[in-house]
Every structure is written in C-alpha cells, then in structure tokens.
C-alpha cells in the first residue's frame, strides 16, 4: 500500500477549514446559511453526473468533517434540512438516473460479494419501518430513527466505484480520509486552545457547537474542557490504519528516521483527539482494538515484532500526551484544569451522572424489549425512565425522561429491529471480519488488517455509544463491504 500523500492531504485540509470557518460564520444569518446548503448541493449534483466518484467523495467528505450533517442547514416549516441529507439527496439523485441508464453498472453490482448480507439486514430495516408506522409512533420519530438507514444505499455506487479494484481511485480515497481523520484531529487540538484560555470567541465556539451539533464541551471536575466530537471515531478508524502500515518494515531502531517519525507523530495526532474527547466508549474500543492487533502480530509477524508494536504505541500514546499538554500551555500556562486527573477520574468514576443515567436507563429498555423481541417495535420506539443526568433535570426535576435514541447501541438495535434484525447485523460484522482477516492472510496485511481492527474498534465503541445505526458508523460499514472484497489486490 503507498504511503499517505501529506502534500495533498494538506489542500484537502484547508478546504475543510474554510468549511469550518464558514459555518461558524454563516450559522446565525440563515439566508447565508442556507446560500452555501444550495450551492454545495449544486456542485454535488455537476460533478456527480460529471463523473460519479468524485460527487461520492463529497459525501464522504462531509461525512469526515460534517459529525452530525448540519454545518450548513435551512429552516422550513417542517423542520431543519441538514447538509448531509441535502446533498445525499442530490447525489442519489444522479447516481439513480445512471444507474438505469449504465448497464455496465447494474453488471458491477451482480458481483458485489455483501449484497445479499446488506440485503438480509435491508429486510429488517423495511419491516421495522412498517412495523413503526402500524403501531402509530409518532412521525417525527420514525423519521428521525429511519433516515439514517438510508446511507446503507450508499453501498451500491460505492460497489460500482471501487468494485474494479481502481488504485488511482482508492488512492484518493485514502488521501480524503487521512485529510478528513486529521482534520478532525486537528480541530479538537483547537477547541481545546480555545477553552483552554479562555478565548474571546470561546463563547461564540460553544454556541457554535451546540446549535450545530457539530460537538459538545463540558467541563471536567477539575475544569479541564471535555471536547466530544462524534465524527472522532474517525480519528480511531484511522489510528489503526496507521498502525499496521508501519508494521510490515518496521524497525524499532529506525523509529526516529523522518519517515517513520512523520507517522508516529501522525498516530500521536489521532489518539490526544480520542483522549480529549474522553469518551469511555472510544477508550475501550481503543483497547479491544488494540489486543486484537497485538495477538495478530504475534501470530501473524513474530513475538519480536509484537514487542515493537507495543513500544511504537507507547511512544504514540507519549506523543500524544505531550501534544495535549503542550497546546493548552502555549504560549502561557493558563488555569485550565488537571488533564491527568481529570483522565483518571474518568476512568475509575462510576457514579458519574452520565454512567448512572446509562445504568437507569438499562432495566428500563430490557422491559421494553422483552414486549417484541424478535421483530421489536419498530422505529420511533421510546423508552421512559428516571435519570439523573442534570441537562435533563434541569427541565424535569423529577428526572423522568422518555426518549427514542439509546446509549446502549446494540440493545437500541434490538429494540427497533428485533432480535433478529439484529442477528442480521451482527452476521455482516461477522462476514466483514472474517473475510478481512482471510485477505489479511495471503496479501496485503495493512489494508486488511487494519480495517478489520477499525471495525473491531467501531464494533466495541457501539456497546456503550450508538454507532452502527448512525451515518458515521454505516458510511464504516459501507466502505468496509467494499473494501473487504476477495481478489482485489490495492
């Protein structure tokens, strides 16, 4: 696999900049706002019927970047139309209107090898659609829980685009990816300058973030900012990406030499995003993905070389460190709170509000599965309990709280897709595995083995916080089927 193109990784950065700086600019005029939404939606749909890949890219794009798809939006009276589903919108417009007119691309999807994995899971997502509507759930609901299901059929251009094995087109693929992982790296570096030293724009961020849903800062107990941002699990897919490309030529003594220094650096960038966030959820993906790869350069490489991979991730993780402390003291030291405590704390404290509410919460859905557990009840499913999470007791001191959407994601799944929608899921996890340790095998370890540790790490990340039904986590699971595919040499 060729290394990653930084040079043009950087232009693709400072593209996602001036996204950035335009949403934050344009978020409080929403004639402005919306201007930019039309006008990328547009350029969407030029360039997709130009030439599909790159419309596809786009959309990846903001995937990377976007976290919840509303950096740019536009109020109607029937409620906010994100960025994400806009231009979604306008690029399965176009790909519809050549798929039936492109034999050629009907033949490519005959031989897409998940089809019939993502068409079984497909069945459950219809029939719990149907099954939310017959049971009179409230419509906003079901929409809200259905439409993020619909990136599943991003799989059939993504099939046609990279089903041939195209290398030029994987390549700036690859490129787009790093750019976006880094970028959101990057920006949780400065977030976390901005409340760090208390920026006089730090309250124009905060608002920034909040009514964009683009991420969330609150204080730790010792002040120091917690920066969660969804679309950080990127960060993670590509630390192990990075991770079993520096495996094959390797050499502890030559972890200082430019090259491989560039790329433990690199890793470091990703891993300080996925600390800052101090998402407990993150951090035990990181592990379980982290275990699985150790054992796999054991068994795959040597116990050497598994020693090395274990002092390349210590320096990574140092790095990382040092990078955290450094951007919240530069140019000064400011009161900003104990990142050390503040990490510990979060690790060892189970009586959190959050932890607890995740707990309460708990019972209270396995009763409402119990009530269909094979086909559940379909989207717009809620659940009612008491919490004691203090955002929801300051509207409801008595702490009751009904709601659809479920930190514990695989249960979400259960409820809304029943047992066996989620039997269906968990099949193509499975088949993406399996397959991807197969390939892994005989050729090119550092794409298979590490998209099959991304999606470990996706995989052990959902337990606690809801991915795989979310276009973050699906827009993994589609690149992986397209990906993981046997006799495609990259």
Not at 15 to 26: D, G, R
Not at 332 to 359: C, L, M, P, Q, T
Request: aromatic content about 18%; hydrophobic content about 55%.
């Amino acid at each position: 696999m060729e290394k990653i193109n930084f040079k043009k990784a950087g232009v693709l950065m400072l593209v996602f900049l001036v996204m950035e700086i335009l949403s934050f600019l344009f978020f409080a005029h929403p004639w402005l706002n919306s201007s930019i939404l039309l006008i990328l939606s547009l350029l969407v749909v030029v360039i997709s019927a130009y030439r599909l890949e790159y419309g596809f890219l786009v959309i990846l794009a903001e995937l990377f970047i976007g976290s919840m798809g509303h950096l740019f939006f536009i109020n109607s009276v029937y409620g906010q139309l994100p960025l994400r589903i806009a231009i979604w919108l306008a690029f399965m417009g176009v790909f519809t209107v050549q798929l039936i007119a492109k034999k050629s691309y009907r033949q490519s999807l005959r031989n897409f090898q998940s089809f019939k994995f993502l068409a079984i899971l497909g069945i459950f997502v219809v029939i719990a659609l149907i099954n939310g509507l017959l049971r009179g759930h409230a419509g906003n609901l079901i929409f809200s829980d259905f439409n993020s299901w619909l990136f599943f059929l991003l799989t059939l251009p993504a099939a046609i685009i990279y089903g041939d094995g195209d290398k030029a087109a994987l390549g700036r693929l690859k490129t787009l990816f790093f750019a976006g992982a880094l970028w959101m790296s990057l920006k949780t570096l400065i977030f976390l300058f901005i409340f760090t030293h208390d920026s006089a724009i730090s309250a124009e961020v905060y608002t920034w973030l909040r009514r964009t849903l683009s991420g969330e800062m609150t204080p730790t107990k010792t002040s120091w900012p917690r920066i969660f941002i969804q679309g950080q699990i990127y960060s993670g897919m590509a630390f192990f990406l990075i991770f079993w490309m520096n495996q094959a030529e390797f050499k502890l003594k030559d972890i200082f030499k430019r090259g491989n220094f560039l790329y433990l650096f690199t890793a470091a960038v990703f891993l300080s995003a996925l600390a800052i966030s101090f998402s407990r959820s993150f951090w035990a993906g990181v592990l379980a993905a982290l275990l699985f790869s150790f054992l796999l350069v054991w068994r795959f490489y040597s116990f050497k070389k598994m020693i090395a991979a274990g002092l390349w991730t210590l320096g990574a993780a140092a790095f990382s460190c040092l990078i955290i402390y450094a951007v919240s003291a530069w140019p000064y030291v400011h009161k900003a709170g104990n990142f050390g405590s503040s990490f510990i704390d979060r690790v060892s404290n189970s009586n959190e509000a959050a932890v607890a509410s995740r707990w309460s919460l708990l019972p209270a859905l396995m009763s409402e599965i119990k009530k269909e557990p094979f086909f559940g009840q379909g989207y717009g499913a809620t659940v009612t309990y008491v919490t004691s999470d203090p955002r929801v007791l300051e509207s409801s001191p008595s702490g009751v709280y009904t709601t659809y959407a479920f930190e514990w994601g695989y249960l979400d799944l259960w409820l809304k897709l029943g047992l066996l929608g989620l039997a269906a899921y968990l099949l193509l996890l499975y088949q993406l595995i399996k397959n991807g340790l197969k390939n892994g095998w005989t050729r090119q370890p550092e794409i298979f083995f590490g998209l099959t540790a991304g999606l470990i790490f996706l995989a052990v990340t959902n337990i606690f916080t809801p991915y795989l039904n979310h276009p973050l986590g699906i827009g993994i699971i589609v690149l992986s089927s397209c990906l993981i595919r046997p006799n495609k040499i990259y």
